[in-house]
């Protein structure tokens, strides 16, 4: 199957052939055709898996064949006019005719660079992001455009709604992307609201890495006789990424295997993960220190000093990227080969995402997890998730002390007595010499003592 095939609008075509793709991926290839005739769609797709094109080429496609417009202005228009006659500029509310919802700034600022790509020859098609992090007087001057295109965050969508300045009364599609996720960040009450704003005889696509529970009640409630596409591949089962543990016995035994581990001449840029935003700054500058060209990435750095790492990141500038799971999703450089978890992610879910940054677009890559012995049972969980073994793997000069590195053989489970729970023999205090005992946390956590930085994202 190709593009030409599936009889996308000329100019789409074009923009694809220019950017060099030839063959649909598998949910390209089934969902494009259901949303070109009009289709709801319902789509579990993994990421990586090309989900922005499902969606957004046949927007672009059914916004391309829409005659322009003659007799309608624009904001910036009406303003200029009312101008002319000596008359005070009235403010007039955008009325996009789609709209994208994304849980991150990161995936939001994607999908619109993806939406350029693909309709750079759609003139009259413009694409904005609304989202929180950006002044408020830019975000202005964008809604003036009048966009056909909106990607926005719920959050910083709903202030313009209530405040007049988004009309969705025209709204033709609505996606929802990564639903999954927008819903494990609390947004539902937001999104329940914006939906409530648009016309129901749009046309909805909500994609998810899982459309159970919470999401599928959600997707039953907002789609009419969707298609279903669930979409299990090689992508989704990250083939192509080898994945290994290394445990560890603490901080500073982490801290040494990361460092050694990072001056592997093979990787080109990696990313790290940590739990806290303060941690990812203390690594990043560490790691500077260190001679890596390193930087940070988190949920309390501003919008303009986001952009200008993930640009850094894109143009080689730097190697190393330590980041929450902020940068989990919405980041898309193909120069990443490695992914390193400096700390586990609280759910399954969100190690298949975090990995997912590296292997894009069929390459090949590989995921370390650095786990304190007492974190076995997350590791677990995420086998069980991903239905794949992860293996234990030890490096000669950085071998754990503690005799829980080889009990992942069969029969072992946290607190057998080899690196469990309190009062079993094989247990290691964390404390500091001379201070009394720290009690037993959930995992990593307790390595980290009195720090008190619970700060996540």
Request: glycine share 8%; charged share 25%.
């Given at each position: 199957?190709?593009?030409?095939?599936?009889?996308?609008?000329?100019?789409?075509?074009?923009?694809?052939?220019?950017?060099?793709y030839?063959?649909?991926?598998?949910?390209?290839?089934q969902?494009?055709?259901a949303?070109?005739?009009?289709?709801?769609?319902?789509?579990?797709?993994?990421?990586?898996?090309?989900?922005?094109?499902?969606?957004?080429?046949?927007?672009?496609?059914?916004?391309?064949?829409?005659?322009?417009?003659?007799t309608?202005?624009?904001?910036?228009?009406?303003?200029?006019?009312?101008?002319?006659?000596?008359?005070?500029?009235?403010?007039?509310?955008a009325?996009?005719?789609?709209?994208?919802?994304?849980?991150?700034?990161e995936?939001?600022?994607?999908?619109?660079?993806?939406?350029?790509?693909?309709?750079v020859?759609?003139?009259?098609v413009?694409?904005?992001s609304?989202?929180?992090?950006?002044?408020?007087?830019?975000?202005?001057?964008?809604?003036?455009?009048?966009?056909?295109?909106?990607?926005?965050?719920?959050?910083?969508?709903?202030d313009h709604?209530?405040?007049?300045?988004?009309?969705?009364?025209?709204?033709?599609?609505?996606?929802?992307?990564?639903?999954?996720?927008?819903?494990?960040?609390g947004?539902?009450?937001?999104?329940?609201?914006?939906?409530?704003?648009?016309?129901?005889?749009?046309?909805?696509?909500?994609?998810?890495?899982?459309?159970?529970?919470?999401?599928?009640?959600?997707?039953?409630?907002?789609?009419?006789?969707?298609?279903?596409?669930?979409?299990?591949?090689?992508?989704?089962?990250?083939?192509?990424?080898?994945?290994?543990?290394?445990?560890?016995?603490?901080?500073?035994?982490?801290?040494?295997?990361?460092?050694?581990?990072?001056r592997?001449?093979?990787?080109?840029?990696?990313?790290?993960?940590?739990?806290?935003?303060?941690?990812?700054?203390?690594?990043a500058?560490r790691?500077?220190?260190?001679g890596?060209?390193?930087?940070?990435l988190?949920?309390?750095?501003?919008?303009?000093?986001?952009?200008r790492?993930?640009?850094?990141?894109?143009?080689?500038?730097?190697?190393?990227?330590?980041?929450?799971?902020?940068?989990?999703?919405?980041?898309?450089?193909?120069?990443?080969?490695?992914?390193?978890?400096?700390?586990?992610?609280?759910?399954?879910?969100?190690?298949?995402?975090?990995?997912?940054?590296?292997?894009?677009?069929?390459?090949?890559?590989?995921?370390?997890?650095?786990?304190?012995?007492?974190?076995?049972?997350?590791?677990?969980?995420?086998?069980?998730?991903?239905?794949q073994p992860?293996?234990?793997?030890?490096?000669?000069?950085?071998?754990?002390?503690?005799?829980?590195?080889?009990?992942?053989?069969?029969?072992?489970?946290?607190?057998?007595?080899?690196?469990?729970?309190?009062?079993?023999?094989?247990?290691?205090?964390?404390?500091?010499?001379?201070?009394?005992?720290?009690?037993?946390?959930?995992?990593?956590?307790?390595?980290?003592?009195?720090?008190g930085d619970?700060?996540?994202?």
């Amino acid at each position: 199957m190709t593009f030409e095939s599936l009889g996308l609008h000329p100019l789409v075509l074009k923009a694809l052939n220019d950017a060099g793709y030839t063959e649909p991926t598998p949910v390209q290839q089934q969902a494009l055709p259901a949303a070109i005739a009009g289709r709801d769609l319902l789509v579990s797709s993994q990421t990586g898996s090309g989900k922005t094109a499902a969606f957004m080429l046949p927007s672009l496609h059914k916004l391309a064949n829409v005659p322009a417009e003659s007799t309608g202005k624009t904001p910036n228009q009406a303003a200029q006019s009312a101008r002319s006659r000596g008359e005070r500029p009235r403010f007039m509310p955008a009325r996009p005719k789609m709209l994208v919802l994304t849980p991150t700034r990161e995936l939001a600022l994607q999908v619109t660079t993806a939406t350029d790509k693909y309709g750079v020859h759609v003139r009259r098609v413009k694409a904005v992001s609304i989202l929180g992090g950006m002044p408020y007087p830019k975000q202005m001057q964008l809604l003036a455009r009048n966009p056909e295109i909106l990607v926005a965050t719920p959050g910083r969508l709903i202030d313009h709604m209530e405040s007049g300045k988004i009309d969705f009364s025209a709204l033709e599609i609505l996606v929802l992307d990564e639903a999954d996720r927008m819903l494990d960040m609390g947004f539902i009450d937001d999104i329940e609201r914006i939906i409530s704003k648009t016309p129901e005889t749009r046309q909805t696509m909500l994609f998810s890495a899982t459309l159970d529970g919470m999401v599928g009640n959600m997707a039953r409630r907002i789609t009419k006789d969707p298609q279903l596409i669930q979409i299990a591949s090689a992508a989704t089962r990250h083939e192509n990424i080898q994945q290994r543990v290394h445990f560890v016995d603490d901080l500073s035994h982490k801290n040494r295997l990361l460092d050694h581990l990072l001056r592997d001449t093979n990787i080109d840029q990696a990313v790290v993960f940590t739990a806290t935003k303060r941690d990812a700054d203390t690594i990043a500058d560490r790691l500077t220190i260190a001679g890596f060209a390193a930087a940070a990435l988190h949920g309390d750095m501003h919008q303009g000093a986001r952009n200008r790492t993930l640009n850094s990141l894109r143009r080689g500038q730097v190697r190393v990227l330590v980041a929450t799971d902020v940068a989990a999703r919405g980041i898309d450089v193909p120069g990443i080969t490695h992914v390193f978890n400096y700390d586990l992610p609280k759910f399954p879910e969100d190690y298949v995402h975090r990995i997912g940054r590296t292997g894009r677009a069929g390459r090949n890559g590989i995921a370390v997890s650095l786990v304190n012995h007492a974190e076995g049972v997350h590791v677990k969980r995420i086998e069980r998730f991903t239905k794949q073994p992860i293996p234990v793997d030890v490096i000669e000069g950085y071998e754990p002390k503690k005799t829980a590195a080889p009990a992942r053989r069969p029969g072992w489970r946290p607190g057998d007595g080899r690196g469990g729970k309190p009062g079993k023999p094989g247990q290691r205090s964390f404390a500091k010499p001379g201070g009394a005992p720290r009690k037993e946390g959930s995992g990593y956590r307790s390595e980290r003592g009195s720090r008190g930085d619970t700060r996540r994202g």
